[in-house]
């Protein structure tokens, strides 16, 4: 069986073989995307939810909090960039900064209600605020805009100081966030191997021995709710950004389920490569699917049934077992190592 | 003083009263022994005193403080550990990571988010040491769940231990054990009666008496009998159950 929690052969290291086969395929993508019948754009979505879903799944895959309203986050990020860019000033940090804070700030008061809460009580709980969240958004029209959201949000360039890039066309856009992605991959990988990372996968398997043996288990699940929801606003924020638009749909219950849907058809549960497989083949579908029919999210819906009926380790999992006959890729000991 | 008392523990459960007034108390460097039938509340009176149910009535004292209605993970930063009766474990995590995580050496680390854990020659020292004093040394990286039944137990017991505690309960230790992995068991709470105050709750009289300095009896929430192994063998209930036990 393969868990989340196994340990890899290189738990310790920073860039993995897989890490740097990811950063070229991402980085590479310009060049490629075209030729095999996709466009630039795409791959902007695709890095946009990249972010969004390897958040999500530190907390939904690696601490096994079933969040269902994390659609919310990206709503707050999406529109605190674009708040930003109309009423403060066109800045790319600032906007991503505000974007990050707005929504971790969101996601903190609403883990402060949830952390304490387990199950289905905890599920609930975070439909409920993230539809509060929709809500707001709907009805405070005068900072919102309502059922418009805000229309004509700025791209800023990227200003390094000594130099400064234009971001308006898609392809620039996309490295900025395809750099983003690298990144993150990489903090979340160590992440998941450090101290803090194994005690929420601790948390996870046995939430009661985990008191047991001293840690304050609520803390864990605030810090790491607040923690995803501020992944999500950075992904809110870029949304925004290459949409030029922020508006309710980007908050809605249907975002809510499917980065869920996402996460689980890719395997997040059992892997660390899971959400990302699941954002790529959710985009790949769309496009794919949607060009022969209409009724695509129908196919993707019952793909998903069947994935969770036949195979709930998901397209990661399955992935794995096909390479099973060789070495299962567990540690060894740290002389072996040597 | 003893390191660890508690005085008139009540605990009901809605109508249903389960501790009826339970006074115990544990001397330091001690093995304490638990006995009584199924149902009579011994389990409970654990969950009581590790935090894991807050007392309905009464105190708990550990080393000169009150820990009465203090959560679990206060009581056991504090240094009280515990097994559980039911295995209660990290199943998804190897051997090694288990008893890592109990460690107080990974707890202070436990804000680190980029440091890497099984290359850290300090916590895997700790470890090793602590599998070793449970005899899991050679498993280390198995997954936890692939464990012989009576490994589990042990693991079970190695990660009490992990957190370095001052006094450690065992809830029916042997339970589901055979022969030969009860006579290893009886060799290791030899092992660990120097270092540790230890209290548990077992089934197995002859267990028991052989190790126990002091045996309280537990019946229909109460304490019925408390002493040393010679003084409860006079005991009727101790005598009749003994009696059941070897027919
Ligand atoms: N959470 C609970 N709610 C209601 N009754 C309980 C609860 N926990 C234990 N009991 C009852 O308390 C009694 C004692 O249980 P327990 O402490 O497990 O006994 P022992 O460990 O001595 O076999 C049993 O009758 C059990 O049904
Ligand atoms: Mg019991």
């Given at each position: 069986m393969v868990t989340l929690s196994d340990i890899s052969r290189r738990s310790g290291q920073w860039i993995t073989p897989q890490i740097a086969v990811f950063a070229l395929v991402l980085l590479s993508l310009p060049f490629w995307i075209g030729p095999i019948g996709l466009y630039q754009y795409i791959g902007v979505e695709i890095a946009i939810w990249i972010i969004f879903a390897l958040g999500f799944n530190l907390l939904f895959?690696?601490?096994g909090l079933h969040s269902f309203g994390h659609g919310a986050y990206l709503g707050v990020g999406a529109y605190a960039f674009g708040l930003f860019q109309l009423h403060?000033?066109?800045?790319l940090f600032g906007g991503l900064l505000a974007a990050i804070l707005a929504a971790g700030v969101a996601g903190a008061v609403v883990a402060s209600f949830v952390s304490h809460r387990r199950g289905i009580y905890f599920a609930l709980m975070t439909i409920a605020f993230g539809q509060l969240f929709w809500f707001g958004a709907v009805k405070m029209h005068w900072i919102?805009?309502?059922?418009?959201?805000?229309?004509?949000i700025p791209r800023p360039d990227l200003n390094l100081g000594v130099t400064s890039f234009d971001l308006s066309g898609n392809t620039a856009l996309y490295y900025l966030i395809a750099t983003l992605v690298i990144v993150i991959t990489i903090l979340t990988w160590r992440a998941v191997n450090s101290p803090f990372g194994r005690i929420l996968q601790a948390i996870r398997q046995n939430e009661v021995r985990a008191s047991f043996i001293g840690y304050e288990v609520w803390w864990f699940k605030w810090v790491v709710f607040t923690l995803s929801a501020m992944f999500a606003g950075l992904a809110g924020g870029l949304f925004s950004m290459a949409q030029e638009s922020a508006y309710p749909d980007v908050m809605s219950l249907h975002q809510s389920g499917l980065i869920v849907m996402m996460v689980l058809v890719g395997g997040g549960l059992v892997n660390f490569w899971g959400p990302i497989l699941g954002v790529v083949l959710y985009f790949i579908a769309r496009d794919v699917l949607g060009a022969i029919t209409e009724t695509w999210l129908l196919w993707y819906g019952l793909m998903f049934v069947a994935m969770v009926m036949f195979?709930?380790?998901?397209l990661a999992g399955f992935l794995a077992e096909l390479k099973?006959?060789?070495?299962?890729e567990t540690w060894t000991k740290p002389a072996e190592e040597q | 003083m003893a390191l660890f008392e508690a005085r008139n523990i009540h605990k009901r459960f809605g109508s249903s009263v389960v501790l009826e007034d339970i006074s115990l108390s544990f001397e330091e460097g001690q093995v304490n022994g638990i006995m009584g039938p199924n149902g009579a509340g011994k389990t409970t009176c654990f969950h009581c005193l590790t935090g894991h149910y807050k007392p309905s009535r009464g105190s708990i004292v550990f080393d000169g403080t009150?820990?009465?209605?203090?959560?679990p993970q206060r009581i056991a930063r504090m240094g009280v550990s515990r097994s559980f009766q039911m295995m209660n474990l990290?199943?998804?995590?190897c051997v090694i990571e288990n008893i890592i995580l109990a460690l107080p050496e990974f707890r202070r680390r436990y804000?680190?988010?980029?440091s890497s854990v099984f290359n850290d020659k300090v916590l895997l020292t700790q470890a090793y040491e602590v599998l070793d004093q449970v005899g899991l040394l050679g498993q280390?990286?198995?997954?936890?769940?692939?464990?012989?039944y009576g490994n589990r137990r042990a693991l079970e017991i190695g990660v009490a231990l992990a957190a370095n505690p001052r006094i450690v309960f065992l809830d029916e230790?042997?339970?589901?054990?055979?022969v030969e992995a009860t006579r290893q068991l009886v060799k290791l709470i030899q092992k660990l009666r120097d270092r540790y105050t230890i209290v548990m709750i077992e089934h197995d009289m002859r267990f028991l008496f052989e190790l126990a300095d002091q045996i309280s009896v537990i019946h229909w929430g109460q304490v019925i009998a408390q002493g040393t192994p010679d003084e409860l063998q006079s005991n009727k209930w101790v005598q009749r159950s003994a009696l059941g036990a070897v027919a």
């Open positions: 895959g690696y601490t403060v000033g066109v800045s919102t805009g309502g059922e418009d959201g805000l229309l004509n195979k709930p380790e998901g099973r006959p060789s070495e299962p | 009150d820990i009465t209605g203090k959560p990290f199943d998804d995590a804000a680190q988010v980029t280390e990286w198995q997954p936890s769940l692939s464990l012989s230790p042997t339970s589901g054990l055979g």
